[in-house]
């Protein structure tokens, strides 16, 4: 399903199929967007080990730190391309106890890494002792908003959920207060409840940040 024919799908079940309709193309589509995003981090549906720009780090001798791609939502395996295991992730307040003075260490053979010693970057244990290329497996955003033209077209996640994209799409359209004819509670209710029940609740920030650093520090991967 494009992004034209999801809006043509919302337009067939809210009867606006006749111009001058009620809702433009143009809010629309940035809905479906909307939705598209909630969607990914409420059920955590795109999980990539291989896009160039969020995953794969060619790194040099002695880095520490990488800085990680705003659309991760989680980190959910780090591999070096030198080492046949993934790293350990490993809480900050862990290298403090374990290893007192770890942020000066000098480079090394490293088999930890964190996520929550500065927001935005993972760091490793100690500086990497040689060039390598470092592999993650997140889970994240959509790569490009919904548009009517250009790359973004299709929605990313898998087609049998785009359908239900709609829901929230409704949800936020009858909540609009500009003209009578769109502002209706109860449906925009109903479509919130049909979102909600098929992608899960809201996902907070508050709530992500808690998984991010609380979460996966051994087999059982938390929440996400």
């Not at 111009?19 to 809905?31: A, H, M, T």
């Not at 500065?118 to 500086?127: I, Q, R, S």
Request: hydrophobic share 40%; charged share 30%.
């Amino acid at each position: 399903m494009t992004s034209q024919e999801l809006i043509d799908f919302f337009r067939k079940l809210t009867a606006d199929n006749t111009p001058p309709y009620l809702w433009s193309d143009s809010l629309l589509v940035s809905l479906g967007a909307e939705a598209e995003k909630q969607a990914a981090r409420r059920a955590r549906l795109l999980v990539d080990s291989s896009t160039e720009d969020l995953c794969l780090f060619d790194v040099v001798k002695d880095t520490r730190m990488i800085t990680l791609d705003k659309r991760i939502i989680f980190v959910r395996r780090v591999k070096l391309a030198s080492k046949d295991l993934p790293l350990q992730k490993i809480h900050r307040r862990d290298l403090d106890m374990l290893a007192p003075g770890w942020e000066d260490e000098a480079a090394s053979d490293t088999c930890n890494y964190c996520t929550n010693y500065e927001t935005g970057k993972m760091v490793f244990h100690t500086a990497l002792p040689a060039d390598d290329t470092v592999r993650l497996t997140v889970v994240r955003e959509p790569l490009a908003a919904l548009a009517l033209s250009g790359p973004a077209v299709n929605p990313e996640i898998a087609p049998r959920y785009v359908e239900k994209l709609v829901d929230w799409m409704i949800y936020r359209a009858y909540n609009l207060r500009d003209v009578e004819e769109k502002y209706d509670p109860v449906v925009a209710a109903a479509g919130l409840a049909r979102f909600e029940s098929e992608f899960g609740p809201e996902s907070t920030a508050q709530n992500e940040k808690w998984f991010q650093d609380e979460h996966g520090y051994d087999e059982y991967e938390g929440l996400y």
